[in-house]
């Protein structure tokens, strides 16, 4: 099959990243494309792995030379965003490139490619997302309140995506992901079934 692009947002606590590490683990025709970043190196991660990790400059640098399928400057003044040479080295390799964003990434990539699926992921309830944000512990309190308003703002625009997912339970979320992809990749909008066709 050929491979198709496809982009999992929503707001953060949603366990985009949860999903997509699952469903990646079981699939070898799928691969992550690691985003590059402004923030700073966490203990444990590892540069072009987790992201990579570029100066401000850098990063600025290769906006301008139109190296970006998409960027965003978050309230934190930290920048990310997708190389095109990422998505191009994944699908060169036979396998279908999969965009870990938030809304305004995803939203960009739609408007530069197109035949991109997007999947927007869903806590089940609001106090669910608080939870998961203040038990991972990676940000301030400050920080928290921060992404608990955008994701209040984020909610409101999961149907401009193609498909929802609300992981109430991983097991059962990523083989719903999963299911979304197959139909994609085989044409097959019908095995979607309770969602919206894209």
């Avoid at 606590?13 to 079981?26: N, P, S």
Wanted: charged share 30%.
């Amino acid at each position: 099959m050929r491979p198709r692009l496809f982009v999992v947002t929503g707001p953060s606590g949603a366990g985009k990243g949860t999903l997509i590490r699952a469903l990646v683990g079981r699939r070898p025709d799928l691969a992550v494309a690691v985003s590059a970043t402004t923030r700073e190196r966490r203990p444990g991660e590892v540069d072009g792995r987790e992201y990579v990790f570029l100066t401000e400059d850098e990063f600025q640098r290769r906006v301008a030379a139109g190296d970006f399928l998409e960027h965003v400057t978050y309230v934190s003044g930290q920048r990310y965003g997708t190389l095109k040479e990422e998505v191009e080295r994944i699908s060169a390799d036979g396998r279908s490139p999969i965009l870990e964003l938030e809304t305004q990434g995803a939203k960009e990539v739609q408007a530069r490619a197109p035949d991109a699926v997007t999947i927007f992921v869903q806590a089940p309830s609001f106090g669910e997302l608080e939870r998961r944000l203040r038990e991972r512990d990676t940000e301030s309190a400050g920080e928290i309140g921060e992404r608990l308003a955008l994701a209040k703002r984020q909610a409101e625009e999961a149907d401009d995506f193609d498909y929802l997912v609300t992981n109430d339970d991983v097991e059962r979320a990523v083989t719903e992901l999963g299911e979304l992809i197959d139909a994609a990749l085989t044409g097959n909008a019908s095995a979607a079934g309770k969602l919206s066709a894209p």
